[in-house]
């Protein structure tokens, strides 16, 4: 197949970084890439660029002999002038003509300078490019007074370096208020404050008029107040977005400029993308460098083939200007009606802080912190959740070690907890001092509290906790310090407020970063529910390592790979395959106590090809880790038994297909035997399915391990499709209900009415949720696809399964073996080296 | 002073920045050490030892990213014993420890160089 050709226009940051994620996510392996750069230097940290008058002479993105990879090209100082949409082609200042198969436009924007006389000239600049940047510090050298027009984010920034060079400073800003889209006036008056303290002028509501060259100076003229003269100015008055190229070649742009993209990032002409700051994606072009990225992204996987889409992005900021803290997030100005204000300043310390929240004081919406931004990295994750405590104490500033959860014990008897059901704190401890509830599944059921949205369960939490401690009585079943909600209770936040990622649930119902225990948990949850791949973009980082690399961790760091053997009938093909894959590989091999064979010591780079090898078989690997299904082990059943009266291998058989995958609060085990002598140990499973003349018994809640129970009788001589319908039920409401690592036994227990509720909602649909279990678990079997495979498909998961970052196939250089029995076993780890793992394949990327 | 500074260990140029997922840890192999390299939520990037102390085996680098109370952590993905990826210092058994290494990005690359012991 010939090779295509992606052209991109522009290589600034966001250029440059769809270059780097086009490399490192294989497309040069079908493509070509040639970039065009208007500026004689390389892509550099723009967003840095200050920092160049501190010397710092390492903004450049891009490393060393990066573009002499085979099929980059960069092309610099010869930018792109035509594009012809038609001819699909671009041609360069140099008169370089170059055909694409895709086009990008990543060509940044323009500083606006405002259309006054005199705005263009000697003396006159704006601020963008190292260039521009060069050029200022040369005039500055002569030169003692400067002007900044424009006090905005840039505005301030430029204002800053021109200090810092040793210029007397003034700011010119039209609006009545410094950065007048992130800060309000009280935030405002704070931070001029802050800036002239810093030896920088501030002049406000000032129109400039025009600009006059003097003897040598310049003359600033504004329609109200006194003339400035000064010896530079630097317009820093907003960007426009840089389309002009665009709409020469005829491409669709926003109203208020910008090329029009939808949410893949195409233009109106085919095969053409725009991203950056020249894009109008999703509503409006974005001056920020994070949703460029975003895009980068998003058209890098376009071109692979992928579905990703940009929908938007936070604007979120906080100025690194030079010791002065601002920051600006969410609903800053309190657009959303209703919302409340609640501010604390201090104009002795320089300090304005400002929070948003919505009309119940419940829910923090946003805030703007001038001179004390310090709490921004806290807050701005929290826009959208539920404040737990007095939202006063968010604002006001940090005062010794006031306790978590406070705001409760501040709510007064009448403070209504959940605004969805108008239940009031007091009911709530009614509920519990007099109703005799004990968590907040009791208060639920109780009171209806926390039924509906979910986002009062942590505050509703607060108080059970709260009332219960007044009783004496101590019950906790958060599930760690960043998590105040039990399993349960964060699955039926995530189900009800339909939360799909885990900085969402961490936001709303979190704190901290997470941990071993609340991550895995999370992960499973949202897998259980949504069923994305384990390893979709964040998903992955909250697997352990087992779920991580879909195999299970032994003792010296490498994995054990157990082929799902459903039912356990093997034919012999698939049995020679495993015994060649295991001779290939030199594992270590071992019949499992679940009907199948484990095949242990296989390095982490070794995964995928040995996955490979099972699938090309026909053939998957299996979950022996992981809280999901195991195995549904089963007897030789009446095809061959004399006293069999079912056929239980095929149930067997039917039933670990169905279930395989379905992520679980602990592990899931089955079993069925063909008849009453029991030869599949069913009784000792979670579920266990026994023949019967008539068709199945079903029985429930059995384990091994280490509280042995046998399983209880739920279900008398039902046929094939009312006991796959049950377990399907009891199933899912496991899922839905039970805690961290509770197995079914002592989830059945826990239930108020043990056996005979889990009868009544599973049979008698007394709780009304037999649909929603029944499509929950027709959603899982029909998304169900074998997460190996799908590993092998992908490049980006695959990337994972590397020893090293920095020498992907390279075997753990610590791993050593002695040779037991025939085979290969862990050798004691300070002993001397033996025999390094297994051969080394190459691996196929 | 100079040769002291002439002692330290040289930088070693390990990857691209943006190979590494924010809240999921790599290893890397520097000067015939391995490293385990994690990028936390909160923007850090962090370069500590990949060899699990309770079990000897190289694995730090697959364990769990998290917090506890204002300290970024790493679980160790075998026996989940929670270390303090700034200092190393084992959370759970102060007879633990992780080495930290120096790390640092520059132009969009990772650099790692050995803490010298
Ligand atoms: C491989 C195997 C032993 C063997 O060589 O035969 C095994 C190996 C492990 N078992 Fe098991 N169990 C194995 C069958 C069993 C059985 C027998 C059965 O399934 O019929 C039981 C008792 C039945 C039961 O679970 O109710 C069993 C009860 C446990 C328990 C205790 C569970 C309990 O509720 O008390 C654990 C601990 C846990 O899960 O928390 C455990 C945990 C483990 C772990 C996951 C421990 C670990 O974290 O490393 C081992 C993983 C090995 C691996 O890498 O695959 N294993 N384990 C068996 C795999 C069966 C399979 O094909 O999936
Ligand atoms: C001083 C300063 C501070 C900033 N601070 C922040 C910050 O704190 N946070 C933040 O998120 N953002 C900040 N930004 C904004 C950030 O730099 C931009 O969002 C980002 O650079 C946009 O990337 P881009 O690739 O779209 O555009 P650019 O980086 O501007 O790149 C566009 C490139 O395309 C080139 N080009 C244009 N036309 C053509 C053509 N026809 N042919 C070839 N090449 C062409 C241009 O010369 C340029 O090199 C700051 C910007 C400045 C100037
Ligand atoms: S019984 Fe214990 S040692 Fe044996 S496989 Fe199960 S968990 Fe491991
Ligand atoms: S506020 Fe309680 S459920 Fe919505």
């Known amino acids: 197949m010939s090779r295509k050709t992606l052209v991109v226009v522009g290589h600034g940051m966001v250029g440059h970084r769809l270059v780097e994620s086009a490399v490192a996510r294989g497309l040069l392996e079908e493509w070509d890439v ?5 500026e004689d230097v390389p892509a550099y940290d723009r967003v840095a660029l200050t920092s160049w008058f501190d010397g710092r002479d390492d903004l450049c993105l891009v490393a060393d002999g990066f573009f002499d990879t085979p099929g980059l090209e960069l092309r610099l100082g010869d930018p792109v002038v035509a594009v012809d949409v038609e001819a699909r082609t671009v041609t360069s200042r140099c008169g370089l003509v170059t055909p694409y198969d895709a086009l990008v436009l990543a060509t940044g924007s323009t500083p606006f300078v405002p259309p006054v006389p005199g705005a263009t000239g000697e003396r006159r600049f704006v601020y963008r490019t190292v260039e521009d940047l060069g050029r200022i510090k040369a005039a500055a050298a002569g030169a003692t007074r400067g002007a900044v027009v424009g006090g905005g984010l840039l505005g301030l920034e430029a204002a800053g370096a021109l200090h810092g060079l040793g210029l007397e400073t003034t700011v010119v800003e039209f609006a009545p208020r410094l950065m007048p889209v992130q800060v309000d006036e009280a935030g405002g008056v704070a931070l001029r404050r802050l800036v002239e303290d810093m030896g920088v002028q501030v002049r406000l509501g000032a129109s400039t008029q025009q600009v006059l060259d003097t003897d040598g100076g310049l003359r600033m003229e504004f329609a109200e107040g006194d003339p400035l003269d000064v010896d530079l100015v630097v317009f820093s008055a907003g960007i426009r977005p840089h389309d002009a190229l665009a709409r020469e070649a005829g491409l669709a742009v926003g109203p208020r400029g910008g090329i029009d993209v939808d949410e893949a990032c195409r233009t109106s002409a085919p095969d053409v993308y725009a991203v950056g700051e020249c894009a109008h994606a999703a509503g409006r072009a974005w001056g920020l460098v994070a949703p460029g990225y975003a895009q980068a992204e998003v058209v890098v996987d376009r071109l692979l083939g992928g579905q990703a889409t940009f929908t938007g992005a936070d604007l979120s900021t ?21 919302a409340l204000e609640l501010v604390y300043a201090d104009p002795v310390a320089g300090v304005y802080s400002k929070l948003v929240v919505s009309d119940d004081a419940g829910t923090l919406l946003g805030g703007i912190l001038v001179g004390d931004a310090s709490q921004y990295a806290l807050l701005r994750p929290m826009v959208g959740a539920p404040i737990s405590g007095s939202p006063a104490d968010l604002v006001l500033p940090v005062r010794g070690d006031a306790p978590v959860g406070a705001g409760a014990a501040a709510l007064p008897d009448s403070a209504q907890v959940c605004s969805c059901t108008a239940v009031t704190k007091g009911e709530i401890r009614c509920a519990v001092s007099e109703g005799g509830c004990r968590d907040v599944a009791g208060v639920k059921a109780c009171t209806g509290a926390g039924t509906v949205c979910g986002s009062c369960v942590g505050l509703v939490k607060d108080v059970v906790g709260l009332e219960l401690k007044a009783l004496g009585v101590a019950a906790s079943t958060a599930l760690c310090e960043h998590f105040d909600l039990s399993r349960a209770e964060m699955f039926e936040v995530v189900r009800v407020r339909g939360i799909r990622t885990w900085s969402q649930l961490l936001a709303e119902h979190g704190r901290g970063a997470g941990c071993d225990v609340c991550k895995p948990t999370a992960g499973s949850i949202l897998a259980s529910l949504h069923g994305e791949h384990v390893l979709d973009g964040e998903h992955a980082t909250l697997q352990d390592t087992n779920d991580h690399l879909l195999a299970n961790i032994q003792k010296d760091g490498t994995y054990s790979v157990v082929p799902r053997i459903p039912g356990g009938e093997v034919t012999p093909e698939h049995l020679i395959v495993i015994g060649q894959v295991a001779q290939d590989f030199g594992l270590y091999t071992k ?19 040995i996955w490979k090898r099972l699938v090309d078989a026909g053939m998957e690997s299996g979950h022996a880790y992981g809280k999901s ?108 209900t039970a805690d961290r690592l509770q197995r079914t036994a002592p989830w059945i227990e826990g239930l108020e009415g043990g056996l005979e509720h889990l009868r009544a909602v599973v049979v008698d649909d007394s709780l009304g949720l037999c649909a929603e279990l029944d499509a929950a678990m027709e959603r899982h079997v029909a998304g169900y696809s074998d997460e190996w495979a799908d590993v092998l498909a992908d490049p980006a998961k695959l990337a994972r399964f590397a020893s090293f970052v920095n020498a992907p196939d390279e075997p753990d250089p610590s791993l050593r073996y002695d040779t037991v029995r025939g085979q290969i076993q862990p050798a004691p780890r300070d002993a001397g080296p033996v025999l390094v793992a297994g051969p080394t394949l190459q691996v196929v990327r | 002073m100079t040769a002291e500074l002439l002692a330290l260990p040289a930088w070693t140029t390990v990857c691209w920045l943006n190979q590494l997922q924010v809240g999921r ?44 109370g204002d300290r970024p952590t790493l679980a160790g993905p075998l026996y989940k014993q929670v270390f303090d990826l700034e200092t190393g210092e084992c959370l759970d058994d102060p007879s633990q420890r992780l080495p930290v290494h120096e790390v640092a990005v520059v132009g969009g690359l990772v650099r790692v160089r050995l803490a010298r012991d």
Not at chain 1, 591 to 604: W, Y
Not at chain 1, 665 to 672: E, L, R, T
Not at chain 1, 703 to 714: M, S, Y
Request: hydrophobic share 40%; proline share 3%; with cysteine.
């Open chain 1, 34 to 38: 040639v970039v065009h750069a208007e």
């Open chain 1, 318 to 338: 906080k100025l690194k200007l030079l010791g002065i803290d601002v920051a600006s997030f969410g609903d800053a100005f309190a657009t959303t009606p209703g």
């Open chain 1, 591 to 609: 019949i499992t106590g679940g009907q199948r064979i484990d095949l242990f010591g296989a390095r982490v780079e070794q995964l995928p090809q």
């Open chain 1, 629 to 736: 299904l195991r195995t549904v082990k089963s007897c030789v059943g009446s095809t061959w038994c004399r006293y069999g009266v079912q056929d239980s291998t095929t149930l067997a058989i039917e039933l670990e297909l169905r279930y395989r995958g379905l992520r679980s609060p602990h592990k899931v085990k089955m079993g069925v035997s063909g008849c009453a002598r029991e030869c599949a140990e069913a009784r000792s499973k979670d579920f266990g399915v026994i023949a019967t003349d008539n068709g199945w018994n079903l029985y429930v809640g059995g384990n091994g391990g280490f509280r042995p129970r046998h399983a209880d009788l739920f279900l008398t001589d039902v046929d094939t499709d009312t006991l796959v319908r049950t377990i399907d039920r009891v199933l899912m409401f496991y899922v839905f």
């Open chain 2, 25 to 68: 840890g790599v290893a890397a192999l520097v000067d015939g050490d391995q490293v385990a390299l994690v990028r936390t939520p909160d923007g850090w990037l962090h370069a500590v030892g990949n060899r699990d102390p309770r079990s000897g085996a190289m694995v730090m680098s697959r364990g769990i990213v998290g917090s506890r």
